[in-house]
């Protein structure tokens, strides 16, 4: 079967050529005139322009995937450019549009999306289209590839050389070799490579790898990938991340360059890459299809003077992707497969002859089993030869061992018993050696402990013993398993570090009551006795006492002979009382009053600070305060149970591989409320916060918290006398309560060094 090489992997990488020359006139550059010239390979669209156009960016429209946008500043159009029928397929439309400040955008419709290079000089930029990365269709590809080739006049080159070097933002990889050579690019997503083949060249040297690591490349192999009928040396990258590249082509050879960052190298004075059929200077003898012209008129008015560059002037080559590299994330799970790409169909073939196809594709000896039998009906596209293989083989039940550059393909129950005997023939010559005795003291790791995880590795023969007063382990083996033994326990018989963790457990309160209240009574005679009797029959004497309420059982604020109060609305609580009594002479009127008001305010705040240090992944456990007896009866048996009233905190740090802590936490700060006794046993008053927290070394995180505020207004009065203005103060009392009480609690822990 004929090998292709399969581009239909290729990501679409965008290489601008510009040239920053200043106009040395005040005018701005004039495009004369459009032309398209056809190519197999590399179609052009030429702009012969009074001058060197200042392009400022290239790029494919978001919006429209196939348009190119060109954007030039302080440049006139001197026609609206049209595009002849005849022109080139791959161009269907070309359109300019002016822009602010004198500039000219310039929409280039395509028919796929495609790299570009911009060649620029001093009267002619050239717009190169590359068909062959941008191509969808590997056949087609190749078809133009050949037909490049063929018309190329056959002079095979050598590689001599080459030279990595760094600078201090990119790496820059120099091939030496003849100028003009032809070269072919594509990129794999899996693994992530890209591939540069150099046409009609030779590589003298056996196949080389440079390591690079440096920007996201990982190494450069180079080696002849093919000798006939076509020589190709093949430069294959293998990349860690999507990067974008550079590449150009000069009079001592290729420069492939990877920049730091994202964005792409920039390159002075180089020569434009050659192609199958480079672009004709500005004034050369046409060796290409006559080229299609669009006439022009009609310029736009005049620009304002164009701002200085301080662009060198010369040619500069600058990446402008349209995309990077197809981002691929390979699963650490499954199977990579590093083998170079393969497009093949088999219809109803033999196992073996598939296998041996494979295998000279890869430069392998092959040997079979004798029940190696089967037959392969397959088609694969751009996929490597190593993953070919394995899914030809896992569909017969076919399994593969390579031994240095022999593959032997065997049946995967004669490859699973092979490993068996090899695997007890291995087990029988450890058993067969001497036995050793060594005994290994532990420093930091307790020996029962660690005698669990090497049960497992000791051999039939092997013995472990443990010494508890020393903390010693004495274990009998072979040498192999004695020194796996070894290691292991070299690795677990380290000191464990340890974790402080302080809690603060912060509680403020503040609080604020005001009372305020009026008490009246009064008494009226009119007697005969007093000698105010009314002078009437009846009633002749009227006696009206305000004291209803018997004295004793109300708050007094003052003493007297009333006795009590007829209006009562005192305070509920106070501590400042004032009496007032009205009488006259003979004591027949009678008026009393009494106010009572209270107002205080406080403020709170109490701090716990538990601290405890414990080994990693241990618990700590730390408890202050007091255990109230609280007894109990069943089945005629009294019995005492402790509950804690006391300020706890239980922990279980765990210090990870970046140095933080994470935590499992359990505080408590419960106390006794012996003002509310029940059964002459205080309740609980409970504070907790139990949770799993990570957190820097020496750093400080609140774990929880609690504000809890309350404001109460209570008022008593007397009906309707309540509602007299400004009197009906005093026929009423007030009480208004204000209390806020906040906990927060704050954990910081601490890695002992």
């Not at 002016?98 to 955008?105: D, S, Y």
């Not at 380290?494 to 009246?520: D, H, M, Y």
């Not at 007297?560 to 006259?584: D, E, H, K, Q, R």
Request: charged content about 20%.
């Amino acid at each position: 079967m004929k090998r292709k090489h399969s581009l239909q992997a290729l990501v679409p990488l965008v290489l601008l050529l510009t040239l920053a020359a200043a106009a040395q006139t005040t005018d701005p550059v004039r495009i004369e005139k459009i032309s398209v010239e056809p190519d197999p390979l590399h179609p052009r669209l030429v702009l012969t322009t009074s001058n060197g156009l200042r392009l400022t960016s290239a790029s494919y429209a978001p919006a429209y995937p196939s348009t190119l946008v060109l954007d030039i500043a302080e440049a006139t159009l001197v026609q609206e450019p049209q595009l002849p029928v005849e022109a080139e397929p791959f161009i269907i439309a070309f359109k300019a549009e002016p822009q602010e400040n004198n500039g000219l955008r310039l929409l280039v419709s395509l028919q796929d999306k495609a790299p570009f290079r911009i060649l620029a000089g001093p009267g002619q930029t050239v717009v190169e289209l590359d068909k062959v990365l941008g191509a969808g269709s590997t056949e087609v590809v190749n078809r133009a590839m050949e037909q490049a080739l063929a018309g190329r006049t056959k002079q095979r080159v050598s590689l001599q050389s080459v030279e990595v070097q760094d600078s201090y933002d990119r790496v820059n990889i120099n091939a030496r070799c003849n100028p003009g050579v032809l070269y072919g690019i594509f990129a794999l997503g899996s693994p992530l490579r890209l591939v540069i083949d150099l046409y009609d060249t030779v590589y003298q040297d056996p196949t080389s790898t440079y390591p690079i690591d440096k920007y996201g490349v990982d190494r450069l192999k180079i080696g002849q990938f093919r000798s006939e009928p076509e020589a190709i040396t093949r430069l294959v990258f293998d990349l860690k991340e999507p990067k974008l590249y550079s590449i150009v082509a000069g009079s001592t050879g290729l420069t492939i360059s990877f920049a730091q960052d994202q964005t792409a190298p920039t390159i002075g004075a180089v020569a434009p890459p050659p192609s199958a059929a480079p672009p004709p200077p500005a004034a050369a003898e046409e060796t290409t299809p006559p080229a299609t012209t669009v006439e022009a008129s009609a310029a736009p008015p005049p620009a304002a003077q164009p701002q200085a560059s301080d662009k060198p002037e010369n040619n500069v080559i600058r990446n402008v992707p349209a995309d990077q590299f197809l981002p691929k994330t390979v699963d650490a799970r499954e199977t990579r497969y590093t083998g170079e790409v393969l497009s093949v169909r088999f219809k109803d073939a033999d196992l073996r002859d598939v296998v041996l196809y494979l295998c000279e594709f890869a430069g392998l000896n092959v040997v079979f089993d004798p029940d190696v039998k089967g037959r392969v009906t397959c088609d694969f596209q751009v996929v490597p030869w190593d993953q070919i293989l394995d899914m030809i083989l896992k569909q017969n039940r076919m399994g593969k061992s390579l031994e240095g550059n022999v593959l032997r393909i065997a049946p995967l129950t004669v490859l699973t018993r092979e490993g068996e005997d090899e695997r007890r023939l291995r087990e029988g010559k450890e058993n067969a050696g001497p036995l050793i005795t060594r005994t290994l003291p532990l420093s930091y790791s307790q020996a029962a402990e660690v005698v669990r995880l090497l049960d497992n590795k000791k051999s039939t023969r092997g013995e472990i013993a443990v010494d508890t007063r020393t903390n010693t382990l004495i274990i009998t083996d072979v040498r192999e398993r004695m020194e796996l033994m070894q290691k292991l326990i070299s690795v677990l018989d380290t000191p464990t570090p340890q974790v402080s963790i302080e809690a603060r457990i912060v509680e403020a309160t503040s609080s604020f009551v005001r009372n305020l209240g009026f008490q009246w009574g009064f008494l009226g005679q009119a007697d005969p006795f007093y000698g105010n009797q009314t002078n009437l029959v009846f009633p002749n004497s009227i006696t009206a006492d305000g004291a209803q309420i018997p004295q004793g059982t109300v708050t007094k604020g003052i003493g007297g002979p009333l006795g009590g109060y007829a209006i009562n609305v005192p305070a509920p609580s106070f501590n400042t009382v004032m009496g007032l009594s009205f009488a006259n002479v003979l004591d027949t009127f009678r008026l009393d009053m009494a106010i009572s008001a209270l107002e205080t305010s406080g403020q709170g705040k109490i701090i716990s600070c538990p601290k405890v240090t414990t080994q990693n992944n241990r618990e700590a456990e730390i408890i202050q305060g007091r255990q109230i007896p609280v007894q109990q009866q069943a089945n005629f048996t009294i019995s005492v149970r402790y509950v804690n009233a006391a300020l706890e905190l239980k922990a279980t740090p765990q210090i990870t591989a970046e140095g933080t802590i994470i935590m499992t936490i359990d505080i408590k700060n419960n106390a006794a409320d012996f003002s509310n006794l029940v059964n002459n046993i205080p309740p609980i008053i409970t504070q907790s916060a139990k949770t799993t927290v990570m957190v820097p070394d020496g750093g400080t995180t609140v774990i929880g918290g609690i504000y809890r505020t309350e404001d109460s207004y209570t008022q008593d009065r007397v009906p309707l006398l309540h509602k007299i203005p400004i009197l009906g103060n005093l026929f009423r009392s007030m009480a208004r309560t204000k209390s806020n009480r906040e906990l927060l609690i704050f954990i910081t822990p601490r890695i002992i060094k």
